[in-house]
């Protein structure tokens, strides 16, 4: 072989290998955008926050992220404010939009993934592994999901055990706005941890949201009232709300069971919804006087 | 209630005001060829609208990036932004001559009260749909059910109100308030049954925004707003007459029923039109009429036009505004023109309260 051939070849070779560098630089996202709070939660459980550039509003977890510029709120996304981030790749929640703006971003060929919104074990799985295909952590977010649905079932079936056979109806109250109870019924992220927690939904009769007639809430009998933590005076708050006519004649407001807890942690359905169901667990079944 | 647009010659020699209104009419063309100027320029990307310019005359080929915020960010919302802004303003002050009422808005009509509830009934019950009407409208059946809404429940009110070919603007008005209060009524019962993520998009909806910008959204509204705007120059002397009161008006040979129905068709083409697209964006219709007034007084024919540019600037500056003062997030519009708008009406009020000895 001659000379030149051999620096062809070799040159050929280093070539190809430049560019084949170059492609898989050009594949590996590393300014990425995360919308939803469980979506921001996984990543940094992936250990891969150092790609994060911006986030949405919904996205609090951990401290750290707060750090970062805020996007807006997940279904008001607006395109040239998400473009000026320079993103190249956008992690969202199911539900982002709207889809103007999508359109727009696709067609900056930015790219998307898109992460289902289910309210169970099963679905938090699903997120970890959508998350981590999209950011080339196949290996890492398996090993995630393999503990996170480990971490769950051991959380659920102790949830089971701390029941003993005696189950608490429990009523979520999303707010109490002018006088009247927003309550979580089924289909929504309330249902769903408290199921998880060994809990029974006192709310069955309508999907989502919905503010309620006190009648309905008297009957719905609630052993315990589960709201989301807002920060501020407690003890004023749940003096309050428990003099509310409606939860006057409940089990929880006779017994002054309210729990109260992180919304993030509570209704992320992210890598923290085992100890979410620990926490609730014990606040239903633990040690009462 | 006529004293908002008393007898044109009221203050000042009628030639002077003229003079005045051409003036302003030039200086208001090129404040809105500047301020677009400044709408293409400004964003919370960094492209620069100058160093596209330079790239383009050098011959260079424009990055994907920028040529996607100007060609499909920033140009269709700034058509979107003088296309509505120029209704809703041009609305405002044909609904104020007509109706005689210096707090008349194109809601009176009732395009606002059908729009609105069309599209929270496209929100909440879209997905109800069959699929093959949801393939056809893609993402625009927001728009598309509003604007319909809004034509259907000014044809209801403008039948309600006329009998033997005479339009009572009085029904109008007062069947307006009615099918105001059963349109929020319907909008109630939908809002009950919408779920989280549908009650944001409603609610970012009545906020108004030009966020959603696209192509296909200026072409639909820009015949619809165009033809509404082109045929509102030929109401001004026929508004200008009914200040004076619809008997006077008939009286010095202004056909008021033709004037009634072509400002009713004008305004609901183009409100309908610019609340499709844009959500609802409040107080344009209301300030910018009044100021134009208080500048250059209540002649319609330098009023109309001059509203039409006003309105537009308005409405681009509040854009400018809510595009980067929480940038990479953005604020609704309609809460730009409200912070601004209610202050300037305000401020409007005490002055005529002033002038009026109240």
Redesign the interface.
Known sequence: MSTFSRLYITLSLLLVTMMAGHMVMAQTPSRIVTVGGSVTEIVYALDQQDRLI?RD?TSSYPDQVTEL?????A??L?????????PDLIIAIE?AG????I??LK???VGYVSVPEIYSADGIVTKIRIVGAALDQGPAAEALAQQVADDLSAAQAAAVQAVGGHPKKVLFILSTQGGRIMAGGRNSAADGIIRMAGGINAITAF?????MADEAVTVAAPDVILMMDRGGDHGAATKELLMMPALIPTPAAQNGKVVRMNGLHLLGFGPRTASAITELSQALYGETH | MSLAVGAPSAHAPPMDRRVQARRLTVALSLLLAVTSVFSLAW????TSLWGAMADLIAGRELS??DR??LF???LPRLCLGILVGASLAVSGAVMQGLFRNPLADPGLIGVSAGAGLAAITAIVLGAMLPPAIRELTG?YLVPISAFFGGWGSTLVLYRVATRHGQTSVATMLLAGIALGALAGALSGILV?MA???QL??LT?WGMG?L????WAKVMAATPIILAALAVTPFLARGLNGLALGEAAAGHIGISVQLIKNTSILAVAAATGAAVAVSGGIGFIGIVVPHLLRLATGPDHHSLLPNAALLGATLLLAADMIA?VI?????L?IGIVTAVLGAPVFLWILLKRRGALGL
């Open positions: 911006a509003t510029p805020d996007i807006g709120y279904r008001a607006s395109p040239e404010g998400v473009l000026s981030v320079a539900g709207p889809p103007e703006t359109d727009v067609s900056a060929q999907d989502g949201y919905k503010p | 964003g919370a990307s960094g994907r990036l996607i915020v499909d960010i920033r993402n009950y779920d989280d993520s944001r998009d970012f925004s966020a959603g910008a696209t595009r929480i940038a990479p997030a953005e609704p």
